[in-house]
Every structure is written in structure tokens, then in C-alpha cells.
């Protein structure tokens, strides 16, 4: 059973996305000694409150999945939140500025899973013999905190910044590739601005599908068949603008594109 406090804080972050403003850290202004094991049951009450309004899971996603993202923060562990269907956006489609806070994009790539994964102990090999197909993603993130100021376990109650993904066309299987060395380009209005190699997500994209197995098991959880996961950012997040045009283009898995309307 939640406690008053965890209730106030998921109460506290659904409004701020609903009513698209931002918010002072919730270990400001609610809970200054916040742990990780209540920032996720946060998370949970939020999650919930989308699913009682009706809106689906796509899957997962694994956020602060870099070194250079956890020197950062000082943590070593990635995080994860859950992407709804009312956050997609088709490729090639226009993300409406007004619907959004602050939102900044990043090159990602998605599993599409094949048949349930279940921890602990999982190895990136198991989810990559697991996985029925990889593709390409934007992912764009939209921290409800002020200016993205927040802690590792402010973070984890916001559902991981979770906002809105646009999923490529292209679904490949995983093992026609090496997928550390899936080189990635991020640009905006025809000009690279960020890039980067699967192995910028714990060496191995797969390896941080397996952390999320791993980490969903600890409440016992699993992963599901059927969902489609982002694995983490290949490049850093870059802050959009009213007017960009926005392109992934991943080697071998193709592009994926964005207006910013
Ligand atoms: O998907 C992500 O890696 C985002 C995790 C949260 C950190 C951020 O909002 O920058
Ligand atoms: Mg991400």
C-alpha cells in the first residue's frame, strides 16, 4: 500500500505533464531524502493512473544507460520508465511544440521482443536470442522538472522523462548485425549536431535490455512478448525548437524522422 506521500508525488508529476509545466524537484519541495525503492513505487502509482485512463504500454525503456550519463548524475545504474501509446508519433510526422515542456531528442535503438524475458541472471545474448526484430528511434524526452534539474531519484518518479518515440519502418533481425557498432547520426534542419555507436549503451544495446530483465525482476517482473523496448540514447539529447526538422539515420536500420510543429 502507498503511502500518502508516494500518492502526492505521482499526483504532483501526472499534473505537471497534463498541464504541461514544469515543476520544482520533487526532492525540493516533497521528499528531500527520496529512495530509489520509493521513487519507482511513484512511478508505479503513475503508470497506473495512465493505465486506469485507458492509454496502453508499448514497452519499457531504459533511460541513463551511458558512462558519461552516470558520472553526470553520480549513480551507476540505468533506469527505466514505460512508453505509452499516446506517445508515438509516426515517422515522419510533426510532434506539436504546444503538447510538451522543454523536449529534447535522442537516437536510440528499439527491441521488439519475441518471446517473454524473465530475470534475473538474463545475459545480452539471451535477450538478443529472444528478440524478433530491431529498429530504429527517436526518442524525446520532456523532464517535467525545471530546466531537467533533478536527481537520480527524481528522475525514476518522472518515468524516466518519458514523453513521446518515433519508431522507424525498418525492422531488421538482430542477428544480421553487430549492434555495438551501429553508427548513428543526429541532425537537426540538415546538419549533424550529435552521433554515436551502439556501444555507447552499456557496450552493447542488448546489455541494457538485459539490466531492465534483471531489474523488473527484483518486484517480479518480466519482460513481455510483443513489446518494444528503447535500449537507451546512442547520442546525447539535443533541445528542440518550434521549425526543426529532425532525422535520425542509423546505419544499416535506416531513418527516422520529425517535424517540430
Ligand atoms: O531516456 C533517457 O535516457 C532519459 C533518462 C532521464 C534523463 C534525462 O531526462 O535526461
Ligand atoms: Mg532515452
Redesign the pocket.
Known sequence: MASEIIKKIADYLVAAEVEKREVVKVTKTIKPDLTVEEAYKAQELLVQKKLDEGHRIVGP?????SRA?WDQ?GVSEP?Y?YVFDYMLIDNGGVLPFSDLIHP?A?A?IAFLIGEDIEGPGITGAQVLAKTEYVLPAL?I?D?RYEN?N?THTD?IA?N???SRVVFGNTLRKPSEFELELVGATLSINGQIKELGAGAAVLGHPANAIAVLANMLARKGEKIKKGEII?S??ITS?LLLRVGDFVSGKFDGLGEVTFSVG
Do not use: C, P, Q, R
Not at 525503456?61 to 544507460?65: E, R
Open positions: 525503456k531504459m533511460g541513463l544507460t550519463k548524475m533506469i520508465g529534447k535522442e536510440e526518442e524526452i523532464s531537467f533533478f528522475v518522472d524516466a522523462s518519458t528503447l537507451g540514447a539529447a
